[in-house]
Antibody, heavy 119, light 114 residues
Framework: EVQLAESGGGLVQPGGSLKLSCAAS????????MSWVRQAPGKGLEWVSVIYTGGGTYYADSVKGRFTIARDNSRNTLYLQMNSLRPEDTAVYYC?????????????WGQGTLVTVSS | DIVMTQSPDSLAVSLGERATINCKSS????????????LAWYQQKPGQPPKLLIY???TRESGVPDRFSGSGSGTDFTLTISSLRAEDVAVYYCHQYYGPLPGTFGQGTKVEIK
């Protein structure tokens, strides 16, 4: 079955770090554009980061310099390393896969993992 | 960046009635190379991740019921649910993927049953 499963969320203090994982099954992560999209409680969707098939990356201005997206091809897993966390980073973080024809359309999503930044 | 503005923020529609959601972009999202509008719609039901419904403004994703339709061009777009069902209660987001990529989402429109 084709699916994504996030893990690694939790409660962290401001200034702390957290690493999210997204395990993929049924397809190859490195052959697809893979994204992290977050949703603050009761709010809309915000694109956080993308890793392209060639390894290039994109970051939203709000996380640039603090978050790092990466993938492990041997584990078929996507990651998001989050450093210097702020209360405004509190959100459900979803990993998502671009479609095969239009990379910026998110056709497959995980269930999300909640990150709470609070003292 | 292109700003996407949806209206209304919420609407309540009776079962079986039509629901209409609007999305306006701050500049045209018509992609000249294929003459298609780079506009998608997502549905997010409570407690679930978003689901891709429509792309290129009017193309339904595989498996999406035909009561969902998208229309519009340039800067003005509409998502229509022709006959609302209980399972359509959700927040709907438009998304422009014209640029700069990966694009921007609208703020969302909540659809409820009247």
């Amino acid at each position: 079955e084709v699916q994504l499963a996030e893990s690694g969320g939790g409660l962290v203090q401001p200034g702390g770090s957290l690493k999210l994982s997204c395990a993929a099954s049924g397809f190859t992560v490195s052959s697809n554009y893979m994204s992290w999209v977050r949703q603050a409680p009761g709010k809309g969707l915000e694109w956080v980061s993308v890793i392209y098939t060639g390894g290039g990356t994109y970051y939203a201005d709000s996380v640039k310099g603090r978050f790092t997206i990466a993938r492990d091809n041997s584990r078929n897993t996507l990651y998001l390393q989050m450093n210097s966390l702020r209360p405004e980073d509190t959100a459900v973080y979803y990993c998502a896969r671009g479609t095969s024809t239009t990379y910026w359309l998110l056709g497959l999503w995980g269930q999300g993992t909640l990150v709470t930044v609070s003292s | 960046d292109i700003v996407m503005t949806q209206s209304p923020d919420s609407l309540a529609v009776s079962l079986g009635e039509r629901a209409t959601i609007n999305c306006k972009s701050s500049q045209s999202v018509l992609y000249s190379s294929n003459n298609k509008n780079s506009l998608a719609w997502y549905q997010q039901k409570p407690g679930q991740p978003p689901k891709l419904l429509i792309y290129w403004a009017s193309t339904r994703e595989s498996g999406v019921p035909d009561r969902f339709s998208g229309s519009g061009s340039g800067t003005d777009f509409t998502l229509t649910i022709s006959s609302l069902r209980a399972e359509d209660v959700a927040v709907y987001y438009c998304h422009q993927y014209y640029g700069p990529l990966p694009g921007t989402f609208g703020q969302g429109t909540k659809v409820e049953i009247k």
